[in-house]
């Protein structure tokens, strides 16, 4: 996957992310970060372009490095308690 496209995949899910989990708790997208505030703490999910990876760092289960084969998003309904469905175009 090029640099490009990551950025572009990343970029979507992210947003993605802050319209999905926002509706339920506080989240914010600033850039390349989305940070989160639920009653357990402050997760962060952030691109990290050099490994064409999305990074979480969770108060539950620590930190975790995802490509996008992974199942990121199966990890935050989780943890968040709330439902999340995301299909890369």
């Known amino acids: ?3 490009q496209a990551f950025e572009t995949m990343a970029d979507r ?4 992310l802050e319209e999905a ?3 339920h708790v506080d989240a914010e997208r600033q850039g390349g970060v989305l940070t989160v505030q639920a009653g357990a703490g402050t997760w962060v999910v952030n691109k990290h372009a050099s490994t064409r990876q999305i990074w979480l760092s969770s108060p539950k289960s620590g930190a975790h490095h995802y490509g996008f084969e992974a199942d990121l998003l199966a990890t935050l309904a989780a943890e968040l308690d709330v439902a999340l469905e995301w299909t890369p175009e």
């Open 1 to 3: 996957m090029s640099e």
């Open 13 to 16: 899910l992210l947003e993605h």
């Open 21 to 23: 989990i926002g509706a």
